[in-house]
């Protein structure tokens, strides 16, 4: 694996999950739409499972993460809990498919979103004490790891085993869409990548975020 290549695809797929918090992330949140995290999640999840089909190895989903996290911060007003989920949900998908290597697709996804909720709801309320957290005590915990928790954990264990197989057939016909040649593919990606990493950093130093 060339480094550049590994390097382009990484900040492609974060900025993919990373549109889709700003985005979407935004409008749900904005509109205190129900259960919001889990739309997120589950869009996070298939990001991944695209890149883990061309970067098979632990580490992938938390390096996306943590980029999906500045892509965030950069287009944004500061939410502590919404880059902490992102996180976390990073690291739980890398636990499952790259440290455990669960057999499973379908058991990967669930047991992953569910680790990723479970976490986030103790670090959030008994750790970091953050927002609402701690008010809501056990109750708010258990709420969003059994409710939010488990709408991502079926919505993952369908869609999950479903990108992979995309992603495969994507990869059969496309194997090299990183690849820093001047072919029309990497040529996409890469342009489209500089482009929105380009945006929301200008936009950061700019100051042109919405307001707190």
Request: net charge positive; charged share 10%; proline share 5%.
């Amino acid at each position: 694996m060339k480094k550049k290549e590994w390097i382009l695809a990484m900040l492609f797929f974060s900025s993919l999950w990373g549109i889709s918090e700003a985005g979407l992330g935004g409008a749900l949140y904005g509109a205190n739409v129900p259960y919001a995290s889990v739309p997120l999640s589950v869009i996070g999840f298939v990001v991944l499972t695209f890149a883990w089909v061309y970067f098979p190895r632990a580490g992938t989903g938390t390096v996306i993460a943590a980029c999906a996290m500045l892509f965030k911060f950069l287009n944004e007003p500061f939410f502590a809990c919404h880059l902490l989920g992102i996180f976390l949900m990073g690291v739980s998908y890398d636990l499952l498919f790259g440290v455990f290597k669960v057999r499973s697709r379908w058991f990967s996804a669930m047991a992953a979103s569910y680790l990723g909720y479970t976490l986030f709801a103790l670090l959030i309320t008994y750790v970091f004490a953050y927002g609402p957290w701690p008010a809501g005590g056990l109750r708010k915990v258990l709420g969003h790891i059994l409710i939010s928790g488990s709408l991502a954990a079926l919505a993952n264990a369908v869609l999950v085993p479903w990108s992979f197989r995309a992603g495969e057939g994507l990869k059969r016909r496309l194997a090299s869409p990183f690849s820093p040649r001047f072919q029309w593919a990497p040529g996409v990606v890469s342009t489209a990548t500089f482009i929105l990493w380009a945006i929301v950093t200008a936009a950061y130093f700019t100051g042109f975020l919405p307001a707190k």
